[in-house]
Nanobody, 125 residues
Framework: QVQLVESGGGLVQAGGSLRLSCAASGRTFSCCAMGWFRQAPGKERELVATISWSGAGTYYADSVEGRFTISRDNAKNTVYLQMDSLKPEDTAVYYC??????????????????WGQGTQVTVSY
């Protein structure tokens, strides 16, 4: 089992930046492909970005490509999501998740078995 705890959410004005962190404990963190998801009120949870276990491979949703950067530090058991040029439509609860059976980039939500509790990101006009 891997326990995930997100932090770094908050309120920011449009155009601003936030850096989310996801600290992992339990099973060896480097085993897992990791991802960030988000869910806005009344909408389905959507994939934002993913990263392979080594950190060499990444994937971004079109809506965040060029503005968000996912990274990981396996020595610190932490994955990050740097969010720049934030827009009001980025407002959502952000979740990190781990896919324990995969080493590469994972875009299928069903492969993610471990989930954090989420952190709220609110972007004002």
């Amino acid at each position: 089992q891997v326990q995930l705890v997100e932090s770094g959410g908050g309120l920011v004005q449009a155009g601003g930046s936030l850096r989310l962190s996801c600290a992992a404990s339990g099973r060896t963190f480097s085993c897992c492909a990791m991802g960030w998801f988000r869910q806005a009120p009344g909408k389905e949870r959507e994939l934002v970005a993913t990263i392979s276990w080594s950190g060499a491979g990444t994937y971004y949703a079109d809506s965040v490509e060029g503005r968000f950067t996912i990274s990981r530090d396996n020595a610190k058991n932490t994955v990050y999501l740097q969010m720049d040029s934030l827009k009001p439509e980025d407002t959502a609860v952000y979740y990190c998740a781990g896919a324990p059976d995969w080493a590469g980039v994972v875009t299928r939500t069903r492969e993610y078995k471990y989930w954090g509790q989420g952190t709220q990101v609110t972007v004002s006009y």
